[in-house]
């Protein structure tokens, strides 16, 4: 691997609070990434035995929930699960999820995480794609041919009498998790992730974020998906108290951390959405935060300054990927620009690149590409779509457009297979979604391109409003801010844009939806 810039060890510096010169980057690297996560766990619990987990109604301390994991990977021993096999865990967020998600950990198996909502179909697929040995549900009325089937609640109930099975004997590079890309713009693609990528991504966070056994999160994502699940990690990995609500209600979320007295809160922009809706009152909780996260979607600057309006907290903007896990944020420390998601991760680099592969100067557009201990290496049995995923040196392609400044701090512009290309000129969808969403009474735009014959494709833009704002309003408002080739030719106000589990909009059902 090429050597690291002296730009991105200054960011890395910056997170940490260090001299640049202080910095080793092999070091680091190899820190971050040292260790299995069922062993780090098990230390961690050592050292932090009373600290609590509460999930749902449910609240255990770390020392009971491991040794309740360690009893819970006997049962699953007991039905042949072993180093290298994988297992599919399907439910929904509760303190059974969390104990068989660690036992499965605990035997040295492989988890595949699955989105509850999947249909019986969605999830043969799975299991045909996965190769899974054991599937783990909420309801064995989920079953699914050809691949055995038990309920999370039945595994911990039967681990109540079993003996606790010895850790594993695993090693960084061995696979924990089997991820699916989110499928939004094509078919899921399987991402495998080692112990090493997985903590290399949230320890650098920790560090970024000055994570210690005095901090309580609280947040109410769902953990079959690594931003719910990393706030997990991170809480078992400090020894800190965590509470995750079973599911999110901004009344409950408010009320967790005013009675946990929480510094910590996860969360995307539509739970930023439906907090700023509160009252200024019962949002009082929310000054007392060391910082609130937003992630998994684009957060908009107008959402950020009523966020900040309201509760005094500017929210800490980061990006990541499946394929990568965490790798950018605003620093805890100094300057957040809203509309950006700050400096590389420590031991992250990111580049941006253009369309032959030749890396772009500060200011310009580019496809955002990074290289670090937390990047896969490859697709699941797709050596064609690992080939295309990739740049010459190890940078992994996002697919995701930005700019870097000239002090190498990252703004999101859009998505390389969103771009509209409109009469031969391209249009980046988010540019326009910020100027309609400067609009009073909108809550979110959506843009994408509609089939033309005339334009090839031409901008169009689903807008939800509280308001039923006038579509004449939002075309009046574009042009008055936007090259007439970026201006929406049709505008559909609704009642709301579909979403997937983490919040991010599947532009893909907007489109379909049109008819066109």
């Known amino acids: 691997m090429d050597a690291v810039s002296a730009q991105t060890v200054s960011a890395w510096a910056r997170h940490l609070g260090v001299n640049p010169a202080d910095i080793d980057v092999r070091r680091l690297r190899r820190d971050l990434a040292s260790g299995t996560l069922p062993a780090v766990f098990a230390a961690a619990a050592r050292r932090s035995p009373t600290a609590t987990v509460q999930i749902g109604s449910e609240r255990c301390t770390h020392a009971a929930l491991h040794g309740c994991a360690a009893r819970s990977a006997s049962v699953l021993a007991a039905h042949g699960i072993a180093p290298g096999a994988r297992v599919?865990?399907?439910?929904?967020?509760?303190?059974?999820?969390?104990?068989?998600?660690?036992?499965?950990?605990?035997?040295?198996?492989?988890?595949v995480l699955a989105n509850p909502g999947y249909t019986r179909t969605e999830l043969q697929h799975l299991v045909d794609r996965s190769a899974a040995a054991l599937l783990l549900v909420d309801d064995e009325a989920a079953w699914v041919p050809d691949v055995e089937t038990l309920a999370v609640a039945e595994v911990t109930t039967r681990a109540t009498d079993a003996?606790?099975?010895a850790?594993?004997?695993?090693?960084?590079?061995?696979?924990?998790?089997?991820?699916?890309?989110?499928?939004?713009?094509?078919?899921?693609?399987g991402v495998p992730l080692s112990h090493g990528m997985l903590l290399a991504s949230?320890?650098?966070?920790?560090?970024?974020w000055r994570w210690s056994p005095d901090d309580t999160l609280v947040h109410a994502l769902p953990l079959f998906h690594q931003h719910g699940l990393g706030g997990l990690h991170a809480s078992l990995l400090a020894g800190s108290n965590?509470?995750?609500?079973?599911?999110?209600?901004?009344?409950?979320?408010?009320?967790?951390v005013d009675r946990e007295r929480a510094t910590i809160v996860f969360?995307?922009?539509?739970i930023h959405r439906r907090l700023v809706s509160l009252d200024a009152d019962e949002l009082q909780p929310l000054r007392r935060l060391r910082f609130i996260t937003s992630g998994s979607a684009a957060l908009s600057p107008a959402l950020a300054e009523e966020l900040i309006t309201r509760t005094g907290t500017q929210p800490l903007e980061r990006y990541g990927l499946t394929e990568s896990g965490l790798d950018v944020s605003n620093l805890y420390d100094g300057n957040r620009v809203l509309g950006t998601v700050g400096f590389p991760l420590p031991g992250v680099e990111v580049e941006l690149f253009d369309a032959a592969g030749s890396i772009v100067r500060a200011g310009s557009e580019g496809e955002i590409a990074l290289r670090g201990p937390q990047v896969f290496t490859g697709y699941l049995d797709d050596a064609a779509a690992t080939e295309a995923a990739f740049w010459p040196g190890s940078w992994f392609r996002t697919g995701d457009l930005g700019r870097l400044d000239d002090d190498g701090r990252l703004a999101i512009t859009g998505r390389l297979k969103e771009l509209i290309i409109t009469g031969g000129m391209n249009v980046s969808p988010r540019e326009v979604e910020r100027i309609i969403e400067e609009l009073p009474g909108v809550t979110q735009a959506a843009v994408a391109g509609l089939a033309s014959e005339?334009?090839?494709?031409?901008?169009?833009?689903?807008?939800?409003?509280?308001?039923?704002?006038d579509p004449t309003t939002v075309m009046e408002h574009c042009r008055a801010h936007l090259a007439a080739y970026k201006c929406p030719k049709q505008v559909f106000v609704i009642d709301a844009l579909p979403r997937n589990a983490m919040g991010k909009v599947v532009r893909n059902q907007l489109v379909a939806g049109s008819g066109r």
């Open 163 to 165: 003996a606790e099975l």
């Open 202 to 208: 949230i320890r650098a966070v920790m560090r970024a």
């Open 267 to 270: 969360a995307v922009p539509s």
């Open 454 to 469: 005339r334009w090839g494709e031409e901008v169009a833009a689903w807008v939800e409003s509280d308001d039923a704002i």
């Open 88 to 111: 599919i865990l399907c439910a929904g967020t509760s303190m059974d999820f969390a104990v068989c998600y660690l036992a499965i950990l605990h035997t040295g198996a492989t988890v």
């Open 242 to 256: 965590a509470v995750v609500l079973a599911r999110f209600d901004p009344h409950d979320l408010v009320a967790a």
């Open 167 to 189: 850790l594993a004997e695993l090693s960084a590079d061995d696979t924990a998790l089997l991820a699916y890309t989110s499928g939004t713009t094509g078919r899921p693609k």
